[in-house]
């Protein structure tokens, strides 16, 4: 059935691990770089999460599409940010920064642990 069936895209700029950041559908933080103007529109809270949301729905069949601006935002700005390679930390990179692998590869395995659960 079609409430079944849930894919998740990739919101424009969006980076790997803001599927998981609280807040990111905030309205007032779209100005700023810190939430994403698509999301806003149907999160379900101020501190939900992309994820959260995604689950909640209780899907039988889900589409996980994420993780090219990751490297994209950096590429197609010119080199402009920081290969942010052996840096977990997330919350110290820019927009355009790439992101290190093994932050990627936790954020990723979380998300799918979380949508299989």
Do not use: H
Request: hydrophobic fraction near 40%; include cysteine; aromatic fraction near 16%.
């Amino acid at each position: 059935m079609l409430q079944d069936l849930l894919i998740i895209w990739e919101f424009r700029g969006c980076k790997k691990f803001s599927f998981s950041t609280p807040g990111y559908g905030i309205f007032a933080g779209i100005a700023n770089g810190t939430a994403n103007p698509w999301y806003a529109r149907f999160a379900t809270s101020a501190s939900s999460t992309v994820i959260d949301d995604a689950v909640s729905l209780n899907p039988t069949f889900f589409s996980l599409w994420i993780g090219n601006n990751d490297v994209y935002s950096y590429a197609s700005q010119g080199g402009i940010g920081v290969d942010q390679l052996g840096n977990s930390d997330i919350s110290t990179y820019g927009y355009r920064d790439i992101t290190d692998p093994n932050a990627f590869a936790t954020a990723y395995s979380a998300q799918v642990d979380a949508l299989t659960s």
